[in-house]
Structures are given as structure tokens and as C-alpha cells.
């Protein structure tokens, strides 16, 4: 069964940094590209980042380009969002999700809660 | 960035009843939307991919059409276990972008 699991969320001052990991089980992790997508309290779903299989090509959102940065570890089969210069509109739940099909999304994790407030 | 509408933001409705929700986007995207459900405290569950296609294990309830800028999510016979959030997505470009979710209620 497919696992996909968040973690290092957690408060954080404005202009902080942070690390989230999402660590996958249950299938060939080097076999897929991978995304992190966040939502703020009560808002909708937005898309963030994404890593090709390689982990040689990532995209960004505008959003986050320049201070968030996407990585992956095969042998860890494990996925990263590092976080830098954090603003309080920053603040969501942050998931981590498997790419079924180029841009859609078969297997989400539970989420991680990153709040920036001072 | 393609921008995408729902409508409408949210209906109540009866169990068994048929309930569709649409999705438009601002330029044609051909068939690359997906539908996600959300129930509060949850991650997104994926439901339709490319417009039309369920996704395994999903109800048969639950389908998806439309092409270009039109799309439409249609549940026939609501469950209980229906009432939630519902998200269209476009994967045609990045950064891929949502609807602003539909809450269907009681």
C-alpha cells in the first residue's frame, strides 16, 4: 500500500527556515515524480513544487520561487521542501503528493502544519 | 497562469440525489483536468483524471466530462459519504492550478 508521510512542520518566526520531509512506502519511489502542494486555513488546494524522477528538472510557483527549494533521496525514498525566508502567508498545511500522470495526483500524504507567526 | 472557475461555490443536497458541479477554465486545456474530494482534516482523494477517467477504486457514481474549457463532475446518487470538498485541477501547463472547491452539504 502506497505511504506517503509528512513531517517537520511546526511554528516559525517570519523570515525563518524550515525542512519538511515526506518519506514514501509501498511502491518504487525512484520510479515517479513527486509534487508539494500547501493549504492555507480555510483556503483552497495550491500547487507548489514538483521534481521529475531524476531530480534533475523541479518547477515552482511563483509564489515560493527563489525561497523554496525541492529535493529528493532515492536511497532514503524520501522527498524534501526546504523552506526559506518565511512569511506569515506562508502559514498551511503542506502535502506531499505522488504523480500519477503528469500533473495528476493519485496518492497524497496526511499533511504537515507549518505556522510563521512572530 | 490558467485560471479556473467552479460554480457553484456550494449546494446542499438529498441522499440519492444527482448533484453536477462545473469547472471552466480560462483557455482550452483539451482533457487535462482531474476532480479531487476533500473531507475536513483530510489529504485531496483523487476521483476523475483526463475528464473522464475513475480512478481505481473510486465509486461508479462519480463521473467526469467535458474537453477545452468545460468540465463537469456529476455524482448519481449521493452517499452520505459524499458530503465534502470538491477540486477541479488543470495539469495542461504549470503551475498547475485548482477551482476554488465546491462544498456540497446536507
Known amino acids: 500500500e502506497v505511504h506517503l508521510v509528512e513531517s517537520g512542520g511546526g511554528l516559525v518566526r517570519p523570515g525563518g527556515s524550515l525542512r519538511l520531509s515526506c518519506a514514501a512506502s509501498?511502491?518504487?519511489?525512484?520510479?515517479?515524480?513527486m509534487s508539494w502542494f500547501r493549504q492555507a486555513p480555510g483556503k483552497g488546494l495550491e500547487w507548489l513544487s514538483y521534481i521529475v524522477i531524476s531530480g534533475g528538472t523541479t518547477y515552482y510557483a511563483d509564489s515560493v520561487k527563489g525561497r523554496f527549494t525541492i529535493s529528493r533521496d532515492g536511497a532514503e525514498n524520501s522527498l524534501f521542501l526546504h523552506m526559506n525566508s518565511l512569511r506569515a502567508e506562508d502559514t498551511a498545511v503542506y502535502y506531499c503528493?505522488?504523480?500519477?500522470?503528469?500533473?495528476?495526483?493519485?496518492?497524497w500524504g496526511q499533511g504537515t502544519l507549518v505556522t510563521v507567526s512572530s | 497562469d490558467i485560471q479556473m472557475t467552479q460554480s457553484p461555490s456550494s449546494l446542499s443536497a438529498s441522499i440519492g440525489a444527482r448533484v453536477s458541479i462545473t469547472c471552466r477554465a480560462s483557455?482550452?486545456?483539451?482533457?487535462?483536468l482531474s476532480w479531487y474530494q476533500q473531507k475536513p482534516g483530510r489529504a485531496p482523494k483523487l476521483l476523475i483524471y483526463?475528464?473522464?477517467n475513475l480512478q481505481s477504486g473510486v465509486p461508479s457514481r462519480f463521473s467526469g466530462s467535458g474537453s477545452g474549457t468545460d468540465f463537469t463532475l456529476t455524482i448519481s446518487g449521493l452517499q452520505r459519504e459524499d458530503f465534502a470538498t470538491y477540486y477541479c485541477?488543470?495539469?495542461?501547463?504549470?503551475?498547475?492550478?485548482f477551482g476554488q472547491g465546491t462544498k456540497v452539504e446536507i
Open positions: 509501498g511502491f518504487t519511489f525512484s520510479s515517479y515524480s
Open positions: 485541477q488543470q495539469s495542461y501547463s504549470t503551475p498547475w492550478t
Open positions: 483557455q482550452s486545456i483539451t482533457r487535462n
Open positions: 483526463v475528464a473522464s
Open positions: 503528493a505522488r504523480d500519477h500522470l503528469g500533473g495528476v495526483f493519485d496518492h
